[in-house]
T-cell receptor, first 112, second 113 residues
Framework: DAEITQSPRHKITETGRQVTLACHQTWNHNNMFWYRQDLGHGLRLIHYSYGVQDTNKGEVSDGYSVSRSNTEDLPLTLESAASSQTSVYFC???????????FGQGTRLTVV | SQQGEEDPQALSIQEGENATMNCSYKTSINNLQWYRQNSGRGLVHLILIRSNEREKHSGRLRVTLDTSKKSSSLLITASRAADTASYFCATDPVADSWGKLQFGAGTQVVVTP
């Protein structure tokens, strides 16, 4: 069965370190998204991609970057981790407009 | 800023009762979607309603959409303990027609036996 997987599921890192969260989908979806979820804020969009070599900034993109070298993967990099980036991160994918999104299980990141 | 705002923020009901939650949004949309999130898990898609639709059903779920009021409601009938979860509405805005979703803060539903 097709799926979307995130790794790691949990990570603790130190302030200032570079961290990369992986997202891999086997749906062959063009669209991929990274969200962060914080109490009281729901899900906020960090970056998104509509296809290979396409990346776009979301509403909370400062301090994050993504790259899309193939259809299956959209890794999220925190260039220099900050305590404000402690959060739960969700990756999602969808086939295109007017379609549902499929979510990964999330990565809980703690920056100490 | 969030496109969708759910109301209420929290809802506590007993098994067998109906649960209704509402979502308001700000800009024109292609569709509106509802998702469920169980504690510690990812979001799961429940239902998608397009802007030209007014009502949609899926099992015990009923979704309405009023584009003139920019609002939607999700009704869960005959609730079960397994319906305990957070429910999010997400909008697919016309301004970005490629499928980028904007989520609200969610309604936390607790169903007690």
């Amino acid at each position: 069965d097709a799926e979307i997987t995130q790794s790691p599921r949990h990570k603790i890192t130190e302030t200032g370190r570079q961290v990369t969260l992986a997202c891999h989908q086997t749906w062959n979806h063009n669209n991929m998204f990274w969200y962060r979820q914080d109490l009281g804020h729901g899900l906020r969009l960090i970056h998104y991609s509509y296809g290979v070599q396409d990346t776009n900034k979301g509403e909370v993109s400062d301090g994050y970057s993504v790259s899309r070298s193939n259809t299956e993967d959209l890794p999220l990099t925190l260039e220099s981790a900050a305590s404000s980036q402690t959060s739960v991160y969700f990756c999602a994918s969808s086939r295109g407009p007017n379609t549902e999104a499929f979510f990964g299980q999330g990565t809980r990141l703690t920056v100490v | 800023s969030q496109q969708g705002e759910e109301d209420p923020q929290a809802l506590s009901i007993q098994e067998g009762e109906n649960a209704t939650m509402n979502c308001s949004y700000k800009t024109s949309i292609n569709n509106l979607q509802w998702y469920r999130q169980n504690s510690g898990r990812g979001l799961v898609h429940l239902i998608l309603i397009r802007s030209n639709e007014r009502e949609k059903h899926s099992g015990r779920l009923r979704v309405t959409l009023d584009t003139s009021k920019k609002s939607s409601s999700l009704l869960i009938t005959a609730s079960r303990a397994a319906d305990t979860a957070s429910y999010f509405c997400a909008t697919d805005p016309v301004a970005d027609s490629w499928g980028k979703l904007q989520f609200g803060a969610g309604t936390q539903v607790v169903v007690t036996p």
